[in-house]
């Protein structure tokens, strides 16, 4: 209630300049989405409390760990908001984001990737798409696993890695993707793409396919200037 009235006050400052049609369906998605995360169905996917406790063992837990980095033991507990995605998911929710952080090893990379990250990901990550299978929910569900960067293929002096624009990696599962398929391929450095490279653009046109947007549409902005979803890119069919 204190979020929409914050929303409604801000939305008075500057509601007598818009126009009146683009206002209204602003309001209109802003509804949607109030209701979205206000309605009971919402709120009950919330109380985590309700799963069995085999199912949030499943997921695992980020415990705080002993650890070498000065990120590890300060990690939130992203496996078991990955279970909070699926049920979101179950309550109808379009999209869901997990933000799993703390992955930014410019500090002793290895370490803290066999000994933290990586084996609650593998758990909590293969729990989640397994979850969804079995409930009949992942061939309508796009998991998308993302990051904003590759990693330096040079170990710096810290044992770490730094950030990396020009090549990374993201994992697909859902929605029709093909299990198992490995498209393009990076230098044997990690270093630069190889065969068959992609773009971010590409994979937002795989994701807007799935949710049935077409990238090639113009959208006119509040001024009534055009505006493409997508100004590049395109899906990437040796997914499916």
């Not at 990737?113 to 609650?120: A, I, S, T």
């Amino acid at each position: 209630q204190d979020r929409r009235s914050l929303l409604d006050r801000l939305d008075a400052l500057n509601r007598s300049l818009d126009q009146p049609t683009s206002m209204q369906a602003i309001d209109a998605f802003h509804a949607q989405a109030i209701e979205i995360v206000s309605g009971s169905a919402a709120q009950a996917a919330f109380d985590l409390d309700s799963e069995p406790a085999a199912v949030r063992e499943r997921y695992g837990f980020f415990e705080p760990y002993k650890s070498r980095v000065r990120a590890g033991g300060d990690a939130p507990n992203w496996p078991q908001r990955m279970l909070l995605a699926r049920r979101l998911v179950e309550a109808g929710v379009r999209l869901v984001t997990v933000d799993c952080r703390w992955w930014d090893t410019h500090e002793d990379n290895f370490w803290a990737l066999e000994n933290g990250f990586c084996p609650r990901w593998d758990q909590a990550y293969t729990a989640l798409l397994s979850d969804l299978e079995e409930r009949g929910l992942l061939e309508s569900t796009l998991v998308v696993a993302w990051g904003e960067m590759g990693r330096t293929p040079r170990v710096n002096n810290s044992a770490g890695r730094d950030h990396w624009p020009n090549v990374m990696s993201v994992a697909l599962a859902g929605g029709g993707v093909q299990g198992g398929r490995i498209v393009g391929s990076s230098d044997k450095h990690a270093a630069y793409p190889k065969d068959n490279p992609k773009i971010a653009q590409d994979v937002l046109a795989t994701i807007y396919r799935h949710v049935g947007v077409d990238t090639s549409v113009k959208y006119p902005d509040l001024a009534g200037r055009p505006h493409s979803v997508l100004p590049c890119g395109e899906p990437i069919h040796e997914l499916f």
